[in-house]
C-alpha cells in the first residue's frame, strides 16, 4: 500500500509539473490537454482525506511550477532569497487549499461518465472561487495556457473562461475514465468513452474554427467605422520611485514618444476621409506618479498634450480619492483634444499589493515587502466617452478578472483598453502570462483589447483571440491598429458565470448517483 501510494505521489508531482510547464515561458500549451488527467484519475472515488491531499498536493506544485515570478516580485521588495522561496510556498499553499476542496469533491463521486461529468464541474467551480473574496487571485487556471491557440478558445464567447475550464477538465476526466477501463480489460466501453470524446471535441473544434473564420472575415473589412489606435510604450521602470528632477526629462521623453504616435496615418485613413492622426493613444498604467488632478502641473502638462496633439489619450495615474484622508485611486485618466478630462478608478484591487486585507491582524505579511498603505478601489463600472468610441478601461490585474471586462461590455464598451505595469516582475515569464488573459477577455466579449505597458508588453489583441500586433518587450515603441469598435452582446456578457452553476448542478448529480451506487 506504501508503495502504491509513493507511486501516486510520484505520478502527481509530475503530472502538475508538466501542467506548469504549459504555461510561459516554456509555453508548452499541448500539456494542459493531457497532463492534469492524472489528477482526474486519482482522486475520483477515493477517501475523503485522501483526494483533499491528492488535490492539494497537485495544485502545490503546479502553483509553484508557474508562479514562480514571484520570486522575483518578494526578492526585488525584500533583498531576501529566503523570504521569496518562503512567500511563492505559503500562496501556492494558501492557494492550493481550494485544490484540497476539488479533491474532497471529487472523491465522493464514481469512476462512471457522470463522476467524469461531476469531476469536471468540481474544478470549474474551485477555479471560479479562487477568484472571490478579499485574496481573490485566479492566475494559471488552464485555460489561460491555451492564448496561443485561440482557435480552441472560442467557446469562451457562451461560456466565459469557467466554462472553458470545465471544458477542459471534463478533456482530462475522460482521458482518465478512458485509461482505468483500458487498465481493467474493459475494452469495449474504453473504445466507446475514445469515440465519443474525440466525435464531441471534433465537432467543438469545428465549431471553433467556423467562428474563428467569420471573426477574422469581419474585422479584415476597412471602412469609415474603423478607428486607428496607438500604444506608447516608453521603456520605463516604473516598479521604483523618481525624483521631480529624475522624472521631468523622462516625462518629456514620454511626450515626444506621443507625438510620434500623432502623426501615423495609414493610406486607409485617407481612403476613407478618415483624420490623419489616431482616435486614441493609450499610455500605460500608473505612468503619471503624481496624483491628479491634485498635482495641477501634471493635469496641465497631459491636458496640454491632448489639445496639442489632436488626439484622445488614456494615462494611468493617481487619484486623491478621498480628500478627508488622502487615500488615493490607481486611476485611468482619458483626456481629450478639446481639454475635458474623465477617469475610472480600479475597482479590483490586488491583495497584498495595492491592499492588505485585515491589516490589523495580518502585520507579520509586512516582512514579505506588502504594500505600507492600502489603494481606495472604486466603485463602477463605466465606459470613458472618446468620440463615438466607448473606452472600458482595464487596470493590470483587472484584465485576469472575467467580471471586469464583462462589466464593461455590458455598460456598452465597445473596445477595451489594459493599461498595465509589469516593471514589478522584471524580465519574467510573468509578461507572457499576462498578456494571455487578454485573450480569453477578447473572446469573451468580442472586443478589441488594447494592451499598453511600461516595459512590456504591449499588443492588440483581436476578438479571435489572435495577438494582432506586439511591440518586443524592454524597447521604446509605439504600436498601432485597426480597430472596429463592437456593440455586439455575447452569451457570456449578456449571461455572464452561468457555466458555474451548470458544473454546481453536475456536482450534485454525481454525488447522489455515487451515494445511489454505493451499498
Not at 216 to 245: F, K, S, W
Request: net charge positive.
Amino acid at each position: 500500500m506504501a508503495r502504491t501510494y509513493r507511486l501516486q505521489i510520484g505520478l502527481l508531482c509530475a503530472s502538475a509539473f508538466l501542467s506548469g510547464l504549459a504555461h510561459p515561458p516554456l509555453g508548452a500549451w499541448g500539456l494542459i490537454l493531457c497532463a492534469p488527467a492524472v489528477l482526474f484519475g486519482l482522486t475520483l472515488a477515493t477517501r475523503a482525506r485522501v483526494g483533499f491531499a491528492y488535490g492539494w498536493l497537485w495544485c502545490f506544485v503546479y502553483y509553484l511550477t508557474l508562479g514562480h515570478p514571484l520570486l522575483y516580485l518578494i526578492q526585488l521588495q525584500t533583498g531576501s532569497v529566503a523570504l521569496s522561496v518562503v512567500g511563492l510556498s505559503l500562496a501556492a499553499g494558501l492557494s492550493a487549499l481550494l485544490g484540497g476542496l476539488f479533491g474532497v469533491l471529487a472523491s465522493q463521486m464514481g469512476r462512471t461518465p457522470l463522476g467524469v461529468l461531476g469531476a469536471a464541474g468540481a474544478w470549474a467551480l474551485t477555479q471560479y472561487l479562487r477568484g472571490l473574496g478579499p485574496f481573490a487571485l485566479v492566475w494559471g487556471h488552464f485555460s489561460v495556457a491555451l492564448a496561443p491557440a485561440p482557435m480552441l478558445l472560442q467557446p469562451a464567447e457562451l461560456v466565459g473562461a469557467w466554462g472553458v475550464e470545465l471544458l477542459l477538465a471534463l478533456w482530462n476526466g475522460l482521458l482518465a475514465y478512458g485509461a482505468w477501463l483500458a487498465a481493467q480489460r474493459r475494452y469495449r466501453p474504453a473504445v466507446g468513452v475514445a469515440l465519443a470524446t474525440v466525435l464531441g471535441a471534433g465537432a467543438l473544434l469545428a465549431w471553433s474554427a467556423n467562428r474563428y473564420g467569420a471573426w477574422q472575415l469581419v474585422d479584415a473589412r476597412l471602412d469609415e467605422r474603423t478607428r486607428l489606435i496607438a500604444l506608447a510604450q516608453p521603456n520605463v521602470n516604473l516598479a521604483r520611485a523618481y525624483t521631480p528632477d529624475e522624472w521631468t526629462p523622462i516625462r518629456a521623453r514620454i511626450a515626444d514618444q506621443v507625438r510620434r504616435a500623432s502623426a501615423l496615418s495609414p493610406d486607409w485613413r485617407r481612403t476613407h476621409r478618415l483624420p490623419p492622426r489616431p482616435d486614441l493613444i493609450v499610455l500605460p498604467e500608473v505612468i503619471e506618479p503624481y496624483p491628479m488632478p491634485d498635482a495641477r502641473d501634471a493635469l496641465r502638462f497631459w491636458q496640454s498634450l491632448a489639445r496639442e496633439t489632436g488626439v484622445a489619450l488614456l494615462v494611468g495615474g493617481y487619484r486623491v480619492a478621498d480628500p478627508d484622508t488622502r487615500q488615493a485611486a490607481n486611476t485611468m485618466f482619458l483626456f481629450l483634444p478639446d481639454g475635458e478630462w474623465r477617469y475610472h478608478d480600479k475597482v479590483q484591487l490586488v491583495p497584498l499589493g495595492e491592499h492588505v486585507p485585515y491589516r490589523e491582524w495580518l502585520s507579520f505579511l509586512r516582512i514579505f515587502g506588502v504594500v505600507e498603505g492600502d489603494l481606495r478601489a472604486g466603485d463602477t463600472l463605466q465606459p470613458l466617452q472618446a468620440g463615438d468610441m466607448r473606452i472600458g478601461a482595464v487596470i493590470c490585474m483587472e484584465s485576469t478578472y472575467p467580471w471586469v471586462a464583462r462589466g464593461l461590455a455590458n455598460a456598452g464598451a465597445t473596445l477595451l483598453a489594459v493599461g498595465s505595469n509589469e516593471s514589478w516582475f522584471g524580465r519574467t515569464a510573468a509578461l507572457e502570462q499576462h498578456l494571455a488573459f487578454c485573450v480569453l477577455r477578447a473572446i469573451e466579449t468580442r472586443r478589441w483589447v488594447a494592451r499598453c505597458a511600461p516595459e512590456g508588453i504591449t499588443a492588440f489583441v483581436a476578438p479571435t483571440g489572435a495577438v494582432r500586433a506586439r511591440a518586443p518587450a524592454f524597447t521604446e515603441a509605439v504600436l498601432d491598429a485597426p480597430v472596429h469598435p463592437r456593440t455586439l452582446q455575447t452569451l457570456y456578457v449578456r449571461w455572464g458565470d452561468w457555466a458555474v452553476g451548470v458544473g454546481v448542478a453536475l456536482i450534485a448529480l454525481a454525488i447522489a448517483d455515487n451515494r445511489r451506487r454505493t451499498p
